[in-house]
């Protein structure tokens, strides 16, 4: 089957109800250690970021959200620089 194919009959099936951090992230978690993310800045040394910092980079960023009375169905925009903020998961 040729790639144009496969993409013009690729669909996602995604459930109503779909957490990706929680499928994703949180599933990892249970073992603190294990390694998401090498960020290799264009100079320095490498940042490794496991699975529970992130987890808990979201859940900061979540209950922010919370904090500022946003609920399940509010509209937000997320405006992100592309690669990792400095500092982002001590």
Same mark, same amino acid.
């Given at each position: 089957?040729?790639? /144009?194919? !496969?993409?013009?009959?690729?669909?996602?099936?995604?459930?109503? %109800?779909? @957490?990706? #951090?929680?499928? !994703?992230?949180?599933?990892?978690?249970?073992?603190?250690?294990?390694?998401?993310?090498?960020?290799?800045? *264009? =100079?320095?040394?490498? =940042? /490794?970021?496991?699975?529970?910092?992130?987890?808990? %980079?979201?859940?900061? $960023? $979540? @209950?922010?959200?919370?904090?500022?009375?946003?609920?399940?169905?509010?509209?937000?925009? !997320?405006?992100? *620089?592309? #690669?990792?903020? $400095? #500092? #982002?998961?001590?």
């Amino acid at each position: 089957m040729r790639l /144009e194919q !496969v993409a013009a009959n690729f669909s996602w099936n995604i459930p109503d %109800l779909y @957490n990706i #951090g929680a499928d !994703v992230c949180d599933k990892w978690s249970q073992e603190p250690a294990r390694i998401a993310l090498i960020h290799k800045p *264009p =100079v320095g040394d490498n =940042v /490794e970021y496991t699975f529970a910092q992130i987890r808990r %980079l979201s859940n900061q $960023a $979540a @209950n922010s959200m919370q904090s500022a009375n946003l609920a399940c169905g509010d509209r937000i925009a !997320v405006l992100l *620089p592309a #690669g990792i903020c $400095a #500092g #982002g998961a001590q």
